[in-house]
Nanobody, 124 residues
Framework: QVQLVESGGGLVQPGGSLKLSCAAS????????MGWYRQVPGKQREFVAQ???????NYDDSVKGRFTISIDSAKKTVDLQMNALQAEEKAEYFC??????????????????WGQGNQGTGSS
């Protein structure tokens, strides 16, 4: 069973910095990409950033130049360095991964997984 465990986060003053980390565990053969989403109560979950581990990163326009995502495909971890945080970015941040996992002897599948969420992360 694959699990994504998030760590880091918290609350800082506007303009401050935080770092989130996410680690995938389980029998994983390959990580296709890992990324971060965030959700404010009452609103839809929104994309923040994604890293494929092959040199391709994508960011929502609102965080470009301030957030940096970094994946370590071998370790199956992804970090999100968040700088110059704005008050409206206080949200629950979720890690997401698409990977190839073992589902039995000589069998595997590509699947998507979500972390449990990192509540109350951002600036206030």
């Amino acid at each position: 069973q694959v699990q994504l465990v998030e760590s880091g986060g918290g609350l800082v003053q506007p303009g401050g910095s935080l770092k989130l980390s996410c680690a995938a565990s389980g029998i994983i053969f390959r990580v296709d990409h890992m990324g971060w989403y965030r959700q404010v109560p009452g609103k839809q979950r929104e994309f923040v950033a994604q890293d494929t581990g092959s040199g391709t990163t994508n960011y929502d326009d609102s965080v470009k130049g301030r957030f940096t995502i970094s994946i370590d495909s071998a370790k199956k971890t992804v970090d999100l360095q968040m700088n110059a945080l704005q008050a409206e970015e206080k949200a629950e941040y979720f890690c997401k991964a698409q990977l190839e996992e073992s589902i039995g002897t000589n069998d595997s599948r590509v699947s998507e997984w979500w972390g449990q969420g990192n509540q109350g992360t951002g600036s206030s």
